[in-house]
């Protein structure tokens, strides 16, 4: 069974930019979540998709945005791009979400804001 | 402010040894745990879950749970220098249908040949 994917892998975008990262799950899953990876902070939640449904959300401005279409895939999006924003960007899949289910990472995308 | 600690690294091992990476949480409704590894460069692999009190084994790995304490652990038992990566903690509340993981900082483990 084929993994988690996203695209693209790397992007590199300058300041006040926006950027459209792309996510797809694990066959049959059905949640997918986002988080941010930088060295300073480690790995922070984003938000949970499932259903196309947003049902989770962390800390993060409203710049960082998502939503799911109906084959489970998923987007992101950042608007306003700051220099802070350079990290990895990584979304996991899991089968129905909830605290029982795995959770799945894909390869992640990289973004660098210069 | 829910928090996942692990203890401090890196964590040096010879071959062949045990190591063992220790995390403890805040929140005490947490109800799934889990273990991702991550070489650098790579995403987060996950190698183990636990969800009840007690040890779960999986070949070289075991994860240890105690809720009463707030703790979770891994032992990998005889230790190979291809285990040399970031280990991460990660914790799952247990209300509703939130999946949010809170993950700890990590803990590099080195393992000297």
């Known amino acids: 069974k084929a993994g988690v994917t996203q695209t693209p892998r790397y992007l590199i975008k300058t300041r006040g930019q926006q950027v459209t990262l792309s996510c797809s799950p694990i066959?049959?899953?059905?949640?997918v979540s986002w988080y941010q990876q930088t060295p300073g902070q480690g790995l922070q939640f984003l938000f949970e998709y499932f259903s196309e449904t947003q049902r989770n959300k962390g800390n993060f401005p409203g710049r960082f945005s998502g939503r799911q279409f109906s084959n489970s895939r998923s987007e992101m999006n950042v608007s306003t791009l700051e220099l802070g924003d350079s990290a990895l960007y990584l979304c996991?899949?899991?089968?129905?979400?909830?605290?029982?289910?795995?959770?799945?990472f894909g390869p992640g995308t990289r973004l660098t804001v210069t | 402010q829910k928090e996942v600690e692990q203890n401090s690294g890196p964590l040096s091992v010879p071959e062949g040894a045990i190591a063992s990476l220790n995390c403890t949480y805040s929140?005490?409704?947490?109800?799934?745990f889990f273990w991702y590894r991550q070489y650098s460069g790579k995403s987060p692999e996950l190698i183990m879950s636990?969800?009840?009190?007690g040890d779960k084994e999986d070949g070289r790995f075991t994860a240890q749970l105690n809720k009463a304490s707030q703790y979770v652990s891994l032992l990998i038992r005889d230790s190979q220098p291809s285990d040399s990566a970031t280990y991460l903690c990660a914790v799952s509340p247990g209300s509703g249908a939130n999946s949010k993981l809170t993950f700890g900082k990590g803990i590099t483990l080195s393992v000297r040949p």
């Open positions: 996991a899949s899991s089968l129905e979400g909830g605290t029982l289910y795995e959770q799945y």
């Open positions: 636990i969800y009840s009190n």
């Open positions: 929140d005490r409704v947490s109800q799934s």
């Open positions: 066959s049959g899953h059905r949640s």
